[in-house]
């Protein structure tokens, strides 16, 4: 099959809870989505309760589950926080952990050197053995272990650069709360059954369509750049997916003479996506995380700055059948439209006034 672009658009609204609020929960939305961004909880909140037909962003079913550890919160894609599913993040760790990103000259030239950083694999399993720490105590605990003063500065950076490899490799992960402060532990002590990171060429079988149950039709780079911006070696990420193709798990299709996969169990969903209409999503949203804002499918090239601002920040977007038509703020509700006006949005109006508890 040949599907459209708006056909693709169409598939992902659908599969990814926004089309009919029919999410069941943070850790179903999580496991679906492949990872929710995290790097501001709050948003993060507001991307499980808006999936749900009844949730808000503060009832607590996201701490509920990252309590029970059926929910997780490391950094996974592209180096940013994620709330990911806890029997899916092993995969997903796995493929991060496979690129060795932290094995280039470059980053190490920067951050840590290669020996610095295998003191540091052997020191975290020494200093999360016991309770939760904080980013502080972490860090002083990782020094003394590995004997390495100079990474003081590194370790107490709250970009994480150097604990990312660590959290890929499954060393580490965020703990539970202490007041307003960052914890982390082992993944090991806070996930019942933890398994440890599958082989990555195993991971890539589950984790690849995963990813394009929800944001697919896509090709093997748009997985890559949403996995490490662009960061997998090209000989294996095609591997990956030729293996696929071949056992008959993916089918390559033409979105608009592109060639990309889809899920050969999913084409007849593809076919009969129907229109979605209009969306308010929330910042971050996985939505347009998943494919990208340079995806001039769905964020018209030029309007990528009113999307994609300053300090990273991923505005909240108005969608038309899953393209981007314009943004909206939060606080006030006020509606940014790209080109003319928009149709009637009270029914999303009111599904955020209950996701952020806000009276009619």
């Given at each position: ?67 029970a ?5 490391t ?36 951050f ?36 390495h ?42 996930l ?15 984790v ?131 080109d ?13 006034r ?7």
């Amino acid at each position: 099959m040949n599907p459209t672009t708006a056909q693709v658009r169409r598939f992902r609204l659908r599969r990814q809870f926004l089309a009919d609020r029919d999410g069941d929960g943070p850790v179903g939305i999580a496991r679906r989505l492949l990872g929710v961004q995290a790097q501001v909880p709050s948003a993060a909140a507001q991307a499980v309760a808006s999936r749900t037909a009844t949730g808000t962003a503060d009832d607590g079913a996201v701490d509920a589950a990252l309590a029970a550890g059926t929910l997780v919160r490391t950094w996974a894609a592209r180096g940013t926080l994620h709330l990911l599913a806890a029997d899916q993040a092993p995969a997903l760790l796995a493929l991060l952990a496979s690129a060795r990103s932290w094995d280039k000259g470059s980053w190490q030239r920067e951050f840590a050197t290669a020996e610095q950083m295998r003191a540091l694999e052997t020191a975290v399993v020494e200093a999360l053995a016991g309770e939760p720490l904080t980013r502080e105590e972490l860090g002083a605990a990782l020094v003394a272990h590995s004997g390495h003063v100079d990474l003081s500065g590194a370790l107490g950076s709250g970009w994480g650069t150097v604990l990312k490899p660590l959290a890929w490799q499954g060393l580490l992960c965020h703990g539970p709360p202490d007041g307003r402060r960052v914890t982390f532990t082992s993944p090991a002590r806070a996930l019942p059954g933890w398994p440890g990171l599958p082989d990555p060429d195993t991971a890539a079988r589950t984790v690849i369509p995963a990813f394009l149950a929800a944001h697919g039709p896509a090709t093997p780079e748009a997985f890559d750049a949403w996995l490490l911006r662009g960061g997998t070696r090209k000989a294996r990420l095609r591997g990956w997916f030729d293996a696929l193709v071949a056992d008959g798990t993916l089918t390559r299709v033409e979105v608009d003479g592109e060639t990309r996969h889809a899920r050969t169990e999913d084409l007849d969903d593809l076919a009969a996506a129907a229109p979605v209409g209009l969306r308010l999503l929330g910042p971050f949203d996985p939505y347009v995380l998943g494919a990208g804002t340079a995806d001039p499918d769905v964020v018209p090239p030029d309007r990528r700055r009113d999307v994609s601002r300053t300090a990273g920040w991923i505005a909240p977007v108005v969608v038309d059948d899953g393209r981007v038509v314009g943004t909206w703020d939060l606080e006030d509700g006020t509606v940014s439209p790209f080109d003319g006006t928009l149709g009637d949005l009270d029914g999303e109006r009111a599904v955020w006034r209950r996701v952020l508890r806000r009276p009619g």
